[in-house]
């Protein structure tokens, strides 16, 4: 078993210079991320000594629980590239969001641009502990308004993990994917590990994300991944390059 872990790269040595991020929590107080902007120095930091080349940091937006707005996500970034630039931190970074996908998001949509990673493409996340009854009906509504769902780490809905047959539909809706690299490593436990291999070996995955929200997750890209299948890991990392600014 051990010369087997052995074989298996650490998972920040998978990321080549050229990854781009699109996932993370990294704006100062706004949520459950970076809680102060010396938080957010440590960590863009540390993405950069990773090796990450650019990214997208994505605030949560959920309705009564993270009142953010584009407004007030754009603001927040406009004030903290101008501390990472004293503080002579250079990695290129932007702001979108994390939408949760509820009743009030379904209306939100409806009359409010959405804050996106790129274009049209836009980070969605539901309830770890069930999902929204009406979910078909949201993705379906999100594309007729023209945007494209990327739903943030489908392997950690445990309730999925049982019932393969909703991964597909959701693909089928065209919703695209995006896997928590830390899953690959143990990060999230060992069956979200299981359902990430099979996400994985299925070719469901579109893109990666790190979901940094605090200092032991950067701690974790130190660890060997787990997963076997890493040439398929690899190829979907490499898709993330379509969101290069
Ligand atoms: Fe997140």
């Known amino acids: 078993m051990l010369s087997f872990l052995k074989s298996k790269p650490r998972l920040k040595e998978l990321l080549s210079n050229s990854y781009i991020d699109i996932h993370s929590h990294l704006l100062p107080g706004i949520d459950d991320g970076a809680k102060n902007i010396s938080d957010t120095i440590k960590l863009a930091k540390a993405f950069e000594e990773i090796g ?23 603001a927040k970034q406009q004030h903290t590239a101008i501390v990472l630039e004293e503080n002579n931190i250079k990695i290129p970074f932007r702001a979108a969001a994390e939408y949760f996908m509820d009743d ?9 641009k959405l804050l996106t990673i790129k274009d049209n493409y836009v980070l969605v996340e539901i309830s770890y502990i069930n999902p929204p009854v009406q979910l078909h009906k949201i993705l379906f509504d999100l594309r007729v308004a023209g945007y494209i769902p990327i739903l943030a780490h489908p392997e950690r809905y445990l309730y999925y993990h049982k019932n393969f047959d909703e991964y597909e539909k959701l693909k ?8 928590n690299l830390l899953a690959t490593t143990g990060y999230y436990g060992n069956e979200v590990t299981k359902i990430t291999e099979e996400l994985l070996k299925k070719g469901m995955y579109n893109f990666v994300g790190s979901d940094v929200h605090h200092h032991n997750h950067i701690k974790s890209f130190d660890q060997k991944i787990k997963v076997n299948s890493i040439s398929d890991l690899k190829e979907v990392i490499k898709n993330n390059n379509i969101f290069k600014f």
């Open 52 to 74: 990450f080349s650019q990214f997208v940091t994505t605030p949560h937006i959920k309705n009564h629980f993270w009142d953010n707005s584009a407004a007030t996500i754009i």
């Open 104 to 112: 009030w998001f379904e209306n939100h949509f409806k009359t409010e």
């Open 172 to 179: 089928k809706l065209g919703c695209l994917f995006q896997l």
